[in-house]
Structures are given as C-alpha cells and as structure tokens.
C-alpha cells in the first residue's frame, strides 16, 4: 500500500524506515514545517538524511502531503489535548477523500472519538489505532478479538517513565528527584517530564481503552488522574515491607477510568519494571488476560503502525466502534 507519513519524529521516522520490510511505498513524508512526496514512492533514507543535516524532511508544504497519492494516512504528529488538532484535521482530510487512516496520535481517539467515529462513518476509509495504547502491545487488537462487550476491566502499567522511575525508587531507596534526572540523563524521560509524571500520557491511554470497550463516549476530562511526582520514597519502603510494591496504574470499567500509584504484589504480573508496559483484561468467559511488551520506541511503535496498515489491506471493516459494552 502507498504510505503518508504526517510527522517525523522517532515514530514516523521509524514507520518510514520500516514500511518496505512490511511491502509498503512511502509517497510523502511531513515534519511540521516541511514535506516532500512522490507517487512512484519517496527515497526515504534521502528525506530522513536531509531531516537531520537540516531540519527539514523535504522543499514543500506539509499540507500538501494530505493531497499527495496515497492508500493510508499514518497520522504521528505530537498528541495534543483539548481539539485534538492538527491531528483530527489531518483525520478528517483524509477521511473526506476516502482513504484509510493509522493514528500513532492518541488525541484524536482519546479527545473527540465521536466525531471521529461521525466523519468515518461517512467515509469509505477506516480508521485504526493500535499503536495509541502500549506501544508494540496488540491492546486494541486483543480487545477487539475478545469482544469489548465481554471485557469487564482494563488496567495495566501504560507509562514507561513512571515505570522506570517507580522502579528505581525502590530499587535503589532514591528520591524521586533523583531518579527523574536520572531518566533525563538516559532519554527516558523528556526535559519536561509532566505528561508522563502527572498520569496525563496514562490517563489518554485509559480513555482510547474506555472508548474502545464503550463504543465512543469518553475524554479525558471524564478520566480521575494521580501522578508520582509527590510520591514519597518511603511509600516504596514501606509497601515493600509488606511485599507490595508501588506502579502507576490506569484502569477502565463501565463505570470509571481512573490512573494513579496503587499498591500491587511484587510477584504481580503488574510489577513489571524498567520501561515495560503491560495490559490486564478482565473477561466474562475467558477469565483474566495479560499482555506485556515494551510500550514505547520508534521501532516498537512503527511496528504496531504497520500492524494496522496489513489489517486495513484485508479489513474494510473500521475500528472506531459505535456499539456498547
């Protein structure tokens, strides 16, 4: 299939390198300021080379990509809150022509589902999402095949730089100051740590999951969100003490969503540490199910992307649900 790649952050940059592997063209590429494109198929290693000499994947408008010649929109532009743009314009735009969509952007799903799920309903194009949830975990997909209107709950460890700093808070017996830095230092966390700290990146997560089981109906303003910044590292040694440990938890019910640190057995399939997510579903007939993987990177999240691009080539059917749990 042909690709169009909106953004070209470690994402986008990494669906571009990758998409030959899976027996995809890329006929255009966009960074915020710049773009470039070609229907016979984009030289990817030449616009990824000029992106970091200069700054700028190509000579052209980004807007234009959203015209370009192309079977399936990868949308991986920064997620945003509130309107959720310029991720759902660039949704709606290629929607309006028909076409297939894969976010990597979880504000559109997480923010304005059902309007989402409005414009692909009249649309020949469908939409999907995995790579919003847990990065190279088959979240969606998992719920999917289930059935959401036979999954009770999903909770899980969402964020991987509260995970790893949870993790080395007790590991060690270290001040969350200190660990934050330390994650700074390693490029786990960013230089403005708060969407991950705060439980917002989480939060999102939880909110696509509630949707996604709901069929529509949720944002983040319906989410109850608690961080770890204020945890105290005496929280870690006294939930140790009681062979507990502590994770930042996100959860999805029929009637709640919820993230915050709560306290779960070290020997949980919750404790995972470092950088890894994973994914619990409650079931009526199949009983509990755990999934787990790493929840972030260009090349696990690409690879989630390109999951969805293969199921769109032989599935019309969209996943932007509009049933009921």
């Not at 052209?60 to 990868?74: K, T």
Request: one cysteine or more.
């Amino acid at each position: 299939m042909k690709l169009a790649v909106m953004g070209a952050g470690d994402v986008g940059q990494s669906v571009a390198r990758l998409a030959g592997e899976y027996g995809h063209t890329v006929t255009a590429i966009a960074d915020s300021s710049s773009a470039v494109w070609d229907e016979n198929g984009v030289d990817v290693t030449e616009a990824l080379t000029r992106k970091s000499e200069s700054g700028a994947v190509g000579p052209n408008d980004p807007e234009g990509v959203l015209g370009a010649e192309y079977d399936v929109l990868i949308e991986a532009t920064p997620t945003t809150l509130g309107d959720a743009e310029p991720g759902f314009g660039h949704v709606t735009t290629a929607l309006e022509r028909d076409r297939d969509v894969v976010l990597a952007n979880k504000g559109p799903v997480a923010q304005r589902y059902d309007d989402l799920a409005a414009v692909a309903a009249d649309s020949e194009g469908a939409v999907r999402f995995e790579a919003t949830v847990g990065g190279a975990i088959p979240a969606i997909a998992t719920a999917e095949g289930l059935g959401p209107e036979h999954v009770t709950a999903a909770r899980g460890v969402l964020n991987g730089t509260a995970n790893f700093i949870l993790s080395r808070m007790q590991a060690e017996g270290l001040a969350y100051e200190h660990v934050l830095a330390e994650a700074q230092d390693l490029g786990v966390a960013e230089t403005d740590p708060s969407f991950d700290v705060e439980g917002t990146d989480a939060a999102l997560k939880g909110v696509i999951l509630a949707n996604v089981l709901d069929g529509g109906g949720h944002t983040l303003a319906d989410a109850r969100i608690e961080g770890i910044k204020d945890l105290p590292a005496n929280a870690l040694d006294v939930a140790a003490d009681d062979g507990m440990t502590v994770r930042l938890i996100a959860e999805a019910t029929a009637d709640r969503i919820r993230v915050g640190p709560r306290l779960v057995p070290e020997n949980s399939t919750l404790a995972v540490t470092g950088t890894m997510n994973i994914l619990q579903f409650d079931t009526q007939h199949a009983g509990q199910l755990n999934i787990s993987g790493r929840g972030a990177g260009g090349p696990e999240t690409a690879s989630a992307v390109l999951a969805d691009v293969d199921r769109l080539s032989c599935d019309t059917t969209s996943s932007v649900r509009t049933g009921s749990r």
